[in-house]
């Protein structure tokens, strides 16, 4: 599909994946996170999910915790590596209390940045959130979006009942099919855009990996340059030879002559090979 | 004694090859196993590999759970990450084993360093490891190679003897252990009830909220990260179990 079409769905309604991008709905205070980590752990790896919190007072830190363990799954929806949240609050001091606490809850785990994106249901705006059973609408919204030249488009609809997201994934399909022979050339060209947004992603990540490892290795090599560990190994050696007597360090050179371990001429003659191996 | 309680291993991969090392463990576990594997999603090694999916069926496996996160903390973050996992799947099992693809590129003797920690999870090794553990005293067995004692550590100084550091750590989470025993590397087969016990109470992704970003070393000093390396043991040892090696 040409358009992101994130499905939000409730607890108890268990998310169909293909073609689609489950949004795990999470009420919060008082939806069990658990309960949402195991659905999300039973999703397909191949499957990229994300989560719709519906935040309706106060959460805590235990809460924002919670919820960015599930940024761990390896299918997170993410963006150069930036997970995303969709979000909905009635109240306007809950939503910032509740996004401050979640960007230190991230930070503290690695992640810098999140995207964190406000939905309202029943808004006239890209940050609508349709309704399943609003069918014809939300085909008319597909079609404005295929139409629209801004690249950043994404479409955010509810799930009421199992089988909503087949029904609505085969509309869209067949809308995205008739603008394709409708319009075959600006079909092909926003292909093209979504692939190579794609690569200039991956190539992103690369390069911001490759810096990464350049850096690690830079100090990997200093380590090695410095002294430390010759000097670990000095100390070892003397501790654990240097310090013993004379006499028992030729008892040890006999040892290993009879034990096949050192030749017996250099016992006597520095200019013979010492060692067998 | 036959054991159908799955172990859980948890494994963290900075280096990439998932396709090899899935190979290994259904090469090599010989009861069977959950698998929590987790990934750094930054990793240069993991971003290049090809054949990243897991796409065989493994042997012995009886559910795998993967996750991908931020370089944090290292191994000891990865692994805590899939503490939380395994506390939130509500996995049980009776030991769980802890490793990582080891490769220590500033160590002069790295190689023989992986070789010698990495027995733990060969074939020849775990019956005896389970009858180690028939021991109810036994709370953690690891290579005997890499068990150590802190006191010893002359290149650390007392950095994780008596530094600030790491008496915060011990007050704060509630480990005093009777001796500086440690394993080395942070590879071992734990009792998985002493784990839960202490994660029950002590959020992992908590204690990981507190380690260093990045590829941290401690040559100029003690780290949190290091810390916890032995720390994983003393909250086992401060419980009165012992470490044993093979």
Known sequence: MLIDVFYVIPQGIQPETAESIPALELNLPGDNTTACFKTATALSVSNQFCLYLNISSTITHEMARDIVSFFFFGNYYKQQAIPLVLLQAANENDLQAGIDLLQQAAKAQGYSQLNLRRLKPGDKEASTVYTANDLSLIQKAYTGLLNNAAIENAMYIKVLQPGDIMAVNQALAAEEMQFQQQSPLLYALKQQVKQLQQQVLHLQQLSGAAQQEISNQVEHNHILRSSSHSNALQNYYNNEYEVLPLWYKRLGHLIKVFTGKRTFRSLFNDNVKKYKS | ?246
């Open chain 2, 1 to 246: 004694m036959e054991k159908t309680t799955p172990i859980s291993v948890f494994f963290h991969n900075y280096y990439g090859n998932d396709q090899e090392w899935m190979r290994f463990f259904a090469n090599e576990l010989t009861l069977p196993w959950y698998l929590l594997y987790n990934g750094v999603a930054g990793s240069y090694y993991r971003i290049t590999q090809t054949n990243a999916m897991f796409t065989e069926q493994l042997s012995g496996c009886r559910q795998l759970v993967v996750k991908q996160s931020t370089n944090q903390g290292k191994d000891i973050g990865g692994k805590l990450v899939l503490m939380d996992a395994y506390l939130k799947l509500g996995l049980k099992s009776d030991y769980i084993l802890l490793l990582h693809d080891k490769h220590s590129p500033y160590h002069s003797h790295s190689k023989q360093w992986k070789k010698d920690l990495f027995r733990i999870a060969e074939k020849e090794f775990q019956q005896k490891i389970i009858e180690l553990f028939n021991n109810p005293q036994t709370g953690i067995v690891a290579s005997e190679k890499a068990i150590r004692n802190e006191l010893d550590n002359e290149q650390k100084s007392n950095a994780y003897i008596d530094s600030s550091l790491i008496k915060n750590l011990k007050n704060k989470y509630g480990i005093d252990p009777p001796g500086l025993q440690y394993v080395a590397g942070t590879m071992f087969w734990v009792r998985a009830s002493l784990f839960e016990d202490f994660f029950s109470t002590n959020p992992p992704l908590q204690i990981r909220s507190e380690l260093e970003p990045g590829n941290i070393t401690d040559v100029e000093g003690p780290t949190t990260t290091h810390a916890w390396e032995r720390l994983l043991c003393w909250l086992v040892t401060s419980k009165g179990y012992q470490i044993k090696g093979v």
